[in-house]
């Protein structure tokens, strides 16, 4: 079973530019959830999408919004990009959500300049 | 969500059993302590979780303390391959999805 897919794997922006990162989870998987790690904070929670809703959400400003297709994709989108948007953005995919096991991607790689 | 302390860093020798501690001492009866490690440049990966009793996996075996303040996952061999920051999270039954990580303990192997 292929794993939890993430495109692109880098991406370079400059401030003020908006930015759009894709995931594909297992298959089978409904549930997405999405992690930011910085150097700094670390790995922080962004939101989770259940069945194409946002079922939870972390403390992140609004420039940050995500989605979910009806076949479980997701994508997740940085408006106005800031430096400190510079991360790893991390997506991980499990079959319910709750408390199921999940399985993340390599994530993506955004740098903001 | 209850906090988790581990130590920054630890050593190993390859071949070696590996004992990386984590202590939870605000625990709730309803939280099930899980880990995850972070292999270089890859995502988290799940490694075990328990709630009371010792639990044993393919990957490692976790030794939770009688109280459940505490808590221990055990590389029985360390391999290059375990070098990784390892996370203790604690998740609350019914809390949802979110994971929430501290700063976890990177491990070193060496020959």
């Known amino acids: 079973k292929a794993g939890v897919t993430q495109t692109p794997r880098y991406l370079i922006k400059t401030r003020g530019q908006q930015v759009t990162l894709s995931c594909s989870p297992i298959?089978?998987?409904?549930?997405v959830s999405w992690y930011q790690q910085t150097p700094g904070q670390g790995l922080q929670f962004l939101f989770e999408?259940?069945?194409?809703?946002?079922?939870n959400k972390g403390n992140f400003p609004g420039r940050f919004s995500g989605r979910q297709f009806s076949n479980s994709r997701s994508e997740m989108n940085v408006s106005t990009l800031e430096l400190g948007d510079s991360a790893l953005y991390l997506c991980?995919?499990?079959?319910?959500?709750?408390?199921?096991?999940?399985?993340f991607g390599p994530g993506t790689r955004l740098t903001v300049l | 969500d209850a906090k988790t302390t581990q130590p920054n860093s630890m050593e190993s020798n390859e071949e070696e059993p590996v004992h990386l501690p984590c202590n939870h001492s605000?625990?709730?009866?309803?939280?099930?302590i899980h880990w995850y490690r972070q292999l270089p440049s890859q995502g988290p990966e799940y490694v075990i979780h328990?709630?009371?009793s010792n639990v044993n996996n393919r990957m490692a075996s976790l030794a939770i303390a009688e109280d459940r303040k505490s808590s221990t996952l055990i590389l029985h061999r360390a391999t290059l391959r375990d070098a990784a920051v390892y996370y203790c999270?604690?998740?609350?039954?019914?809390?949802?999805?979110?994971?929430?990580f501290g700063t976890g303990t990177q491990l070193k192997v060496e020959l």
């Open positions: 328990g709630l009371t």
């Open positions: 298959s089978g998987h409904r549930s």
């Open positions: 999270i604690l998740r609350l039954t019914g809390g949802g999805n979110k994971l929430t």
């Open positions: 999408y259940f069945s194409e809703t946002q079922r």
């Open positions: 991980a995919s499990s079959r319910l959500g709750g408390e199921d096991t999940q399985y």
């Open positions: 605000t625990i709730s009866g309803t939280d099930y």
